[in-house]
């Protein structure tokens, strides 16, 4: 069978084997996550934290954190507690306090937690973010902000958006020279690799909307009404340049919701070719979209569920459609696609004739 990755969001997992996961597996996490030696320098940084702290942890990882990195954090009842749990020789594994981040940009209220990690010299803290507001007069030593921190980078390259994140122009035609790439190699790898590139690069993105929901005054994507949540991830492919996603509910009751992408970069840069490989499998354009749109909504329903192209313009079908669909049913759908059909409605009838799952 033609093996296509699931998207899914992490386990739940007992904090104090967190050191034992990997960045990947951190950068998964919905909440900002901190690795120190004893001495207060940063090891690790996930996703998450450098998302909401502005900060690239290219940038941090190797700095001290007090002193350099969140000076807001020099007090007694931060830099002192964490020193205090350091050299304390009690059992105890992990410590719980509430605290506010102070930036040039705002404050965060976070509630820490210090996690003494087992058979190492780590210490872990976990972040999660409680209320967000604008900076506060009373902030003395607010944390720096990227261009402080790392001066001189426009001069080197280096492009940021208003949030500092790292971005580089690329044409549409990227992604066809690397599918092409990919296909000489390893014929036939296409979907899989762009699949799971999208699945990877969609819980990325979920960061990052799960941040700008929180920062608008929102608790977060799951708390927001569906039709919000669409509009946010719609706006952020079409102000990318990927093209207009369209979601469709009518069939919601099915297990199914069905995205369709007006003028997508991806299919109009793909090569074109008429190959009839896996029925036709290799033809379709826009696994990436699709793996990065169910990563999302994975993160948003805080389950496993999985997006399948169905339809690709690039493939001489009238649209660009994705279904996305709880685990059950992804077996079905991907025996519809193995089996040459091919259409939104011919897919998810297929799937239904064969007795998927809800």
């Keep these: 069978m033609f093996a296509r990755p699931e998207t899914h969001t992490p386990l739940p997992f007992d904090v104090l084997d967190i050191d034992a996961r990997s960045d990947a597996e951190l950068d998964a996490l919905p909440f900002g996550v901190i690795a120190l030696d004893p001495q207060g320098i940063i090891l690790r940084y996930n996703l998450y934290e450098s998302r909401f702290a502005r900060l690239d942890r290219n940038q941090v990882i190797g700095r001290r954190f007090f002193e350099e990195v969140a000076p807001c954090t020099r ?3 931060f830099e002192g507690r964490f020193r205090t749990f350091v050299t304390s ?10 605290y506010v981040f102070d930036f040039k940009f705002g404050a965060q209220h976070v509630m820490v937690e210090i996690v003494r990690a087992p058979r190492t010299d780590r210490y872990y803290l976990l972040v999660n973010r409680t209320r967000i507001e604008g900076p506060r007069k009373s902030a003395t030593f607010p944390a720096p902000l990227q261009t402080e921190l790392a001066p001189g980078e426009i001069e080197l390259g280096v492009l940021r958006d208003a949030v500092a994140r790292r971005y580089v122009h690329v044409p549409a035609a990227f992604f066809a020279s690397l599918r092409t790439t990919c296909e000489r190699l390893a014929p036939d790898s296409w979907p899989i690799f762009a699949s799971e590139w999208g699945v990877q690069l969609g819980r990325r993105i979920a960061i990052d909307l799960e941040a700008g929901a929180i920062e608008s005054g929102d608790r977060g994507l799951a708390s927001l009404p569906m039709h919000r949540v669409t509009e946010e991830v719609g706006r952020f492919f079409a102000e990318r340049g990927f093209g207009m996603l369209r979601f469709d509910y009518a069939r919601a009751r099915e297990g199914v919701v069905v995205v369709t992408v007006e003028r997508s970069a991806l299919a109009e840069s793909a090569p074109k070719t008429t190959r009839t490989t896996m029925e036709g499998a290799g033809d379709l354009a826009c696994h990436l979209l699709a793996g990065a749109v169910g990563g999302i909504f994975s993160h ?13 313009r690039a493939a001489g079908h009238d649209t660009c459609a994705f279904t996305i669909v709880g685990e059950s049913r992804a077996a079905s759908i991907d025996r519809a696609l193995e089996e040459g059909f091919r ?5 998810v009838e297929r799937a239904s004739a064969v007795g998927a799952g809800s």
């Design 89 to 98: 020789d009690s059992e105890r594994g992990v410590e719980r306090f509430d």
């Design 343 to 347: 259409g939104v409605s011919v897919v």
């Design 300 to 312: 948003v329903a805080g389950k496993r569920l999985a997006s399948r192209e169905v339809s690709c």
């Design 75 to 77: 007090t007694d009842a």
